[in-house]
């Protein structure tokens, strides 16, 4: 009896994203895909980097 290897959660992500890039790949060019993750991404970094930068700024300011 053998039991069955799970996998780790990042090799299950990595399939789950694989799967679903075939997918949506038959409709549309691989190019095209890869721009719209890089613009994603990019909007992801500058939201996550704003909001960091009030985060410094509210606690810099002095207490009242």
């Keep these: 009896m053998s039991f069955l290897r799970r996998k780790s959660g990042p090799e299950e992500l990595r ?7 075939s997918a949506v790949s038959g ?3 691989r190019d ?7 613009i994603a991404g ?3 970094v500058l939201t996550a980097g704003s909001a960091a930068i009030s985060s410094l700024r509210r606690r810099m300011e002095p207490s009242s």
């Design 42 to 44: 990019g909007v992801a």
């Design 27 to 29: 409709g549309a060019h």
């Design 32 to 38: 095209t895909l890869m721009k719209a993750a890089l």
């Design 15 to 21: 399939d789950r994203v694989s799967d679903s890039l």
